[in-house]
T-cell receptor, first 114, second 119 residues
Framework: DQQVKQNSPSLSVQEGRISILNCDYT??????FLWYKKYPAEGPTFLIS?????DKNEDGRFTVFLNKSAKHLSLHIVPSQPGDSAVYFC?????????????FGQGTTLQVKP | DARVTQTPRHKVTEMGQEVTMRCQPI?????VFWYRQTMMQGLELLAY????????DSGMPKDRFSAEMPDATLATLKIQPSEPRDSAVYFC?????????????????FGPGTRLLVL
């Protein structure tokens, strides 16, 4: 039972355009969501997070949107740069569980073409 | 620039040998997580510790895997005996637990991983 799903294994975008990565979840108890970026041969790097009390969080070129009713979150990268090419993981946690356990999606490989 | 460090970065060993992977969490973080990444399973949680106490190791094969945190600056993951199916990248992550409005939030910071190959 996959509680966090990234249905698009890959995405290709032209440099300068917007990249939109999507993530769906099934557990309504999830209240904290994160995006990580991973380059080959490196560990995942924390990118941005959002609490369920918000529907948007912005950090520079990165914006995460949360739609609780649809159990959907998305990461927007504007403008996309070739250095953004990586695997992106979304993750979620349940703050009432008293653990910091993150449930990860399977990842989406983003390719930004020059 | 605080980072999680892991050693070794690469390990090649033969089936049946003991493998020990080490992790130094970020100073001040009070949780440590061990993950395994494979092509089929994605990021799989093996075990985690809070304030050096093991909280959950249900994701770990108990017969051959063990995880410990002998002090606040060192976490270890041991496989004995190792098998070819253990070949994967093992990540350690550390985090700081925050409680906001009665709910727990934690951001985990990952190390570079140990790439293990068991022949």
């Amino acid at each position: 039972d996959q509680q966090v799903k990234q249905n698009s294994p890959s995405l290709s975008v032209q440099e300068g355009r917007i990249s939109i990565l999507n993530c769906d979840y099934t557990n309504s108890m999830f209240d904290y969501f994160l995006w990580y970026k991973k380059y080959p041969a490196e560990g995942p790097t924390f990118l941005i997070s959002i609490s369920s009390i918000k529907d948007k969080n912005e950090d520079g070129r990165f914006t995460v949107f949360l739609n609780k009713s649809a159990k959907h979150l998305s990461l927007h990268i504007v403008p996309s740069q070739p250095g953004d090419s990586a695997v992106y993981f979304c993750a979620a946690s349940d703050g009432s569980s008293n653990t910091g356990k993150l449930i990860f999606g399977q990842g989406t490989t983003l390719q930004v073409k020059p | 620039d605080a980072r999680v460090t892991q050693t070794p970065r690469h390990k090649v060993t033969e089936m049946g040998q003991e493998v020990t992977m080490r992790c130094q969490p970020i100073l001040g973080h009070n949780t440590v997580f061990w993950y395994r990444q494979t092509m089929m399973q994605g990021l799989e949680l093996l075990a985690y510790f809070r304030n050096r106490a093991p909280l959950d190791d249900s994701g770990m094969p108990k017969d051959r895997f063990s995880a410990e945190m002998p002090d606040a600056t060192l976490a270890t993951l041991k496989i004995q005996p190792s098998e070819p199916r253990d070949s994967a990248v093992y990540f350690c992550a550390s985090g700081l637990v925050l409680v906001l409005a009665g709910r727990l939030q934690e951001t985990q910071y990952f190390g570079p991983g140990t790439r293990l190959l068991v022949l």
